[in-house]
């Protein structure tokens, strides 16, 4: 097992009353508290796609008042997204994602900042959109996207928080190259495509519950409590109802 090395961000300097009263369920936690609360106030979290998996994580880091939220998503939501998408309903149809998610955040907690961003994640844009951030998740259903995010977390000695789902299993796992771990190390020779969710389908709930576990490990790493998933890969198997822990060794180990 690697050891994370601590909280990712410094705390803010105080609370409002307010934001006492907001979060006192997760204050009251053992393990946060106070202090555990300032850190989120101060994180910066880049979250890049806003569907099924993005939609669960950016409305519990919301929630859970992480104080600057960037939503990335340079589509539009269609008819068919309505099935998992959870931050999107009727009237948001043919809307850009990141404004539709970014409006909708805003009505959840309205103490945070919330950056959409309609710009799409390329190897050229990817810094730049990152930059800044203390965490970036990758909650987008394209290889080529989670590559870019990847290699550009990498660059930026960024960690980033990884969730995938196919038909009805998910995965999900944290990735930092300074302890010795990136996506590459899960894929190191990366198939040429992948299979596209208009032809195998998704489970909708599921989705929500990977996006949730991908939330827990955001407040983990930011507040430095808990083991998060580094070095581990939970595989989640819906129709079977059983959650199964994969070992992961970064390059070069033995």
């Known amino acids: 097992m690697i050891n994370w090395p601590g909280p990712l961000v410094a705390p803010s300097a105080t609370l409002t009353p307010e934001e006492v009263d907001r979060y006192a369920r997760t204050i009251s936690l053992a393990d946060v508290g106070l202090e555990g609360q300032r850190r989120l106030k101060s994180a910066r979290v880049c979250v890049v796609g806003t569907g099924g998996l993005g939609g669960p994580v950016l409305q519990y880091l919301a929630g859970a008042g992480v104080g600057h939220l960037t939503v990335v998503d340079d589509d539009v939501v269609e008819l068919r997204n309505l099935q998992r998408q959870t931050l999107f309903g009727h009237s948001t149809v043919d809307r850009p994602k990141a404004d539709a998610a970014a409006e909708r955040l805003q009505g959840l907690n309205e103490l945070i900042e919330i950056t959409p961003v309609t710009t799409r994640v390329t190897a050229e844009t990817a810094e730049g959109i990152f930059a800044g951030h203390d965490l970036v998740v990758d909650a987008v259903d394209n290889l080529p996207t989670r590559l870019v995010t990847a290699d550009a977390c990498q660059a930026l000695d960024i ?67 808990g083991e998060p998933l580094v070095g581990r890969v939970m595989y989640i198997d819906t129709l079977g109802a059983q959650v199964m822990e994969l070992p992961l060794k970064g390059r070069g180990a033995q």
């Not at 969730?163 to 040429?192: I, K």
């Open 159 to 225: 960690p980033f928080v990884w969730g995938a789902v196919q038909a009805v299993n998910g995965q999900v796992s944290v990735f930092w190259e300074r302890l010795g771990l990136g996506l590459r190390d899960l894929l190191p020779q990366p198939p040429a495509e992948m299979p596209k969710l208009d032809d195998i389908g998704v489970l909708g709930p599921m989705t929500g519950w990977v996006g949730s576990v991908m939330a827990t490990e955001c407040l983990k790493v930011l507040m430095g409590i």
